[in-house]
Each structure stands twice: as C-alpha cells, then as structure tokens.
Nanobody, 116 residues
Framework: QVQLMESGGGLVQPGGSLRLSCAASGFTFSAYAMSWYRQAPGKERELVATITNAGDSTNYLDSVEGRFTISRDNAKNTVYLQMISLKAEDTAVYYC?????????WGQGTQVTVSS
C-alpha cells in the first residue's frame, strides 16, 4: 500500500523556520522524483519545489527560491522541505508528491501557518 506521510507543519511567526518531512512507503522511493506542493485557502495548488530521484537536481517556485530547500534521503525513504524566513503568504497546506512517468502519489498534507 502506497503511503506518503507528511509531518512537521505548525504555527510559526513571520521570519521563523520549519522543516517538513514526508515518509514514503509501498513503492520504490529512489526511482521517483519528489515534490512539495502547497494550497492556500481559495487558491489553486501550486508546485513549490522538486527534486530528482537521485537528488542531483532541484527546482523551486520563484517566490521561495533562496528560502526553501528540498532534499531527500533515499536510504530513509524520506523527502524534506527546509523553510526559513517564512512569510504570511507561505501559509498553506503543504503536500508531498511522488512522480514516475504516469505514476503519481499524494500525501494527505500538513498545515503551515505563518502568523504573529
């Protein structure tokens, strides 16, 4: 059974940091590109960051470039999103996503709220 389990979300003040984790099981994690998406209330889901299966290339949404870092540990079947200098506009539900050709899996999401 495929599972993507996000954790690490919560309430943080502007300028603060959070580290999201996504633990994968039920598929060959090291073969899949992994991404983090987010969806704010009333907005469409958007791609935040992607990392290749080997972890040798990453891409970011322009608005998070330099503040967010995606990484993965294939030995632990886990992908991470380190977020610093958080802003109110980063408030959203963050989703983990796995992609290999036409195979696509989603996690259930974790809430990140940036507020004073």
């Amino acid at each position: 059974q495929v599972q993507l389990m996000e954790s690490g979300g919560g309430l943080v003040q502007p300028g603060g940091s959070l580290r999201l984790s996504c633990a994968a099981s039920g598929f060959t994690f090291s073969a899949y590109a992994m991404s983090w998406y987010r969806q704010a209330p009333g907005k469409e889901r958007e791609l935040v960051a992607t990392i290749t299966n080997a972890g040798d290339s990453t891409n970011y949404l322009d608005s998070v470039e330099g503040r967010f870092t995606i990484s993965r540990d294939n030995a632990k079947n886990t992908v991470y999103l380190q977020m610093i200098s958080l802003k109110a506009e980063d408030t959203a539900v963050y989703y983990c996503h796995a992609q290999l050709w036409r195979l696509s899996y989603w996690g259930q999401g974790t809430q990140v709220t940036v507020s004073s």
